[in-house]
Nanobody
Framework: QVQLRESGPGLVKPSQTLSLTCTVS??????????WTWIRQPPGKCLECIGY???????YYNPSLKSRTSISRDTSKNQFTLQLSSVTPEDTAVYFC??????????????WGQGTQITVSS
């Protein structure tokens, strides 16, 4: 069974860069033909897909966040990483990594991490 787990700081100051790492076990980010995706849920709002890195290493970013988002991977560790720059309190949310078929509301997210609460505050 595929398992994913997020790690990173829970508190980030405005204007700084949020960095999160997702560690994948029970599957391969290079040989499992899926997208390795970051999603988030702000308080009182719907899930939002941030972006993904595919099994081939290609990336896709939500157009609303593209200018601030970078997703990369370390294939030797079976990990992928989110960097979200210039954060504001609007970026406060529970952040998840997941395996998916696309980056949209109607995408299939079949495996999820446990989620990590990120608060942007000074």
């Amino acid at each position: 069974q595929v398992q994913l787990r997020e790690s990173g700081p829970g508190l980030v100051k405005p204007s700084q860069t949020l960095s999160l790492t997702c560690t994948v076990s029970g599957g391969s980010i290079t040989t499992d033909y899926y997208y390795w995706t970051w999603i988030r849920q702000p308080p009182g709002k719907c899930l939002e897909c941030i972006g993904y890195i595919s099994y081939s290493g290609s990336t896709y970013y939500n157009p609303s966040l593209k200018s601030r988002t970078s997703i990369s991977r370390d294939t030797s560790k079976n990990q992928f990483t989110l960097q979200l720059s210039s954060v504001t309190p609007e970026d406060t949310a529970v952040y998840f990594c997941a395996r998916s078929t696309w980056c949209s509301t109607d995408a299939e997210y079949d495996f999820w991490g446990q989620g990590t609460q990120i608060t942007v505050s000074s």
